[in-house]
Structure formats: structure tokens, C-alpha cells
């Protein structure tokens, strides 16, 4: 890492040691539909402040995002970091649901393919049976809850390899999604994997996103936390996160 925390590419900026792609929301529809075209699994991932500091300490998860083929920043904390530090600067939050629904606008008038992997047993079903009502067109070869056991893996791997989709979601929640996404995509048929966490609930309305106004503001982890109190602890590296970012930017101001 460089000493300001930031090392630049011509298209990625990095925020402690995570890559993330300089990119807009259109951008990056317009590349993962370019990962259509290849032979291999390209991986795509959607990191926020948690995952950022998790990969801190968590060398199987920096390692997953470092060889992921899309990196786009979920959470304004990591826009803001961009702004903050030296480097380019993120042009604007790239939430991965947003992502995802964008994906499936575009793959409603085509003959690609997704398959839906995770959340609780049922969910994936009734995600897919809504986001199929709401995209006409789209077409979803299967699904699975992410609740199988290590010994359940291998018959999970086979299903997906016998519907050899297009673009494989992968809701396990980070950072097993990342791993296990890195671990596979050697024996996956599929062209693009994307680490949706929690998306599926969403998409079958079991969980309310928070609403416009607060997604506008940035604020959509502040309601994720208030209607989900479970989730303060996790929240806790948001101050973290932040602090790290001041520290590095008041020692580049220094230099």
C-alpha cells in the first residue's frame, strides 16, 4: 500500500489494499455484459467500509478481491474515502443491488441466463419469481438456499454446472460469498459471478430497502441500522473505517 493509503491505476483506485474500479453504474453494466462475451469466470464484487476493513485481517478475503475481474464501491463511505485521499476520485456509488437490477433490465431482452445461489430455504424461489414477473423476459435456470452443508457443496456445484448459467448470484453474505466465489469459479460454467449478500431478501420483499431519500443522502446504512439493530456490531467498523482514512489523509496533508 502506498503511503497515503492510495495507489492509482488508470482505472482503479486503491483503498487499503482493495482495488476498486473507477467506474459508473452504466460502466459497469456495460463491462459485466463485455465478461459475457469471454470464455472464463469473471468475478464481480461490491465492497462497503465492512468489508474493506474485514479484509484487514482476513488474508483469503483480500486475496478474492484482488483477483476479482470488477470491483465497484457499494457504500459512500468508500466514495467518500476516494475523495478524501490522493488518487482518483470515485465518481459515484455503484450499490450492487442497483447493479444487479440494471443487469437483469438489460438481460430481459436477451438470451442470457442468471442462477440464483443463497439466502434462507425458499427465498431464492420467490426472489426469482418476482424479479421474472417484474423483467419479462428474464430467464432464471435455477435456484438454491445457502444453507447447505459442506457435505451438500459439491451436489450444489453439479446443479449449477448442469444449467451452465450466464451470471451465477452468489448470496451467502461477506465474506463467505467472496471465498467461496474464488474458491470455485475454477469448475464453474458460468461467465460472470457477482456477491449479492442480502439481495435476494430484498428481491422477494422479505426486506425493505431503505427508502430513495436516504439512498440519495448516503444514508442507507444508518436505516439498515436502525430497522436492523442486529446489525450495530457489524456497524461498528463504520467509525473504524472512517478514522483509518482521516489518519492517512491528515499524514499525506503532513508530508
Not at 497515503?4 to 463491462?31: F, H, L, Y
Not at 447493479?99 to 440464483?116: K, P, R, S
Not at 420483499?205 to 446504512?221: H, M
Request: hydrophobic fraction near 40%.
Amino acid at each position: 500500500m502506498s503511503e497515503n493509503g492510495v495507489k492509482a491505476t488508470e482505472s482503479k483506485i486503491n483503498i487499503m489494499d482493495v482495488p476498486i474500479d473507477v467506474i459508473t453504474m452504466e460502466q459497469a453494466v456495460s463491462r459485466v455484459f463485455s465478461f459475457f462475451e469471454t470464455t472464463e469466470c469473471h468475478s464481480v464484487y461490491t465492497p462497503n467500509p465492512e468489508i474493506i476493513m474485514a479484509a484487514q485481517k482476513d488474508k483469503a478475503l483480500m486475496d478474492a478481491l484482488y483477483h476479482a475481474s470488477l470491483i465497484v464501491p457499494d457504500g459512500i463511505g468508500v466514495v467518500l474515502a476516494s475523495r478524501l485521499l490522493k488518487g482518483p476520485k470515485l465518481p459515484e456509488r455503484v450499490a450492487g443491488y442497483d447493479l444487479v437490477q440494471n443487469l437483469f433490465a438489460h438481460m430481459a431482452t436477451t438470451d442470457y441466463t442468471v442462477y440464483f445461489l443463497g439466502g434462507a430455504p425458499g427465498v431464492s424461489e420467490e426472489a426469482a419469481k418476482v424479479m421474472q414477473k417484474k423483467y419479462k423476459g428474464l430467464k432464471i435456470t435455477g435456484t438454491d438456499h445457502g444453507y447447505f452443508k459442506e457435505s451438500e457443496e459439491e451436489a450444489v456445484i453439479q446443479r449449477i454446472q448442469a444449467a451452465k448459467p450466464d451470471l451465477l448470484l452468489v448470496g451467502l453474505g461477506a465474506p463467505k460469498q467472496e471465498k467461496w466465489i474464488e474458491k470455485n469459479r475454477g469448475v464453474l460454467p458460468v461467465k460472470v459471478c457477482i456477491g449479492v449478500g442480502g439481495s435476494f431478501d430484498v428481491m422477494a420483499g422479505k426486506v425493505k430497502r431503505a427508502p430513495v431519500a436516504f439512498q440519495k443522502l448516503g444514508l442507507e446504512w444508518f436505516y439498515r441500522l436502525i430497522t436492523q439493530p442486529t446489525r450495530a456490531k457489524r456497524m461498528l467498523q463504520l467509525p473504524v473505517f472512517a478514522w483509518e482514512v482521516v489518519k492517512l489523509s491528515a499524514k499525506n496533508k503532513n508530508k
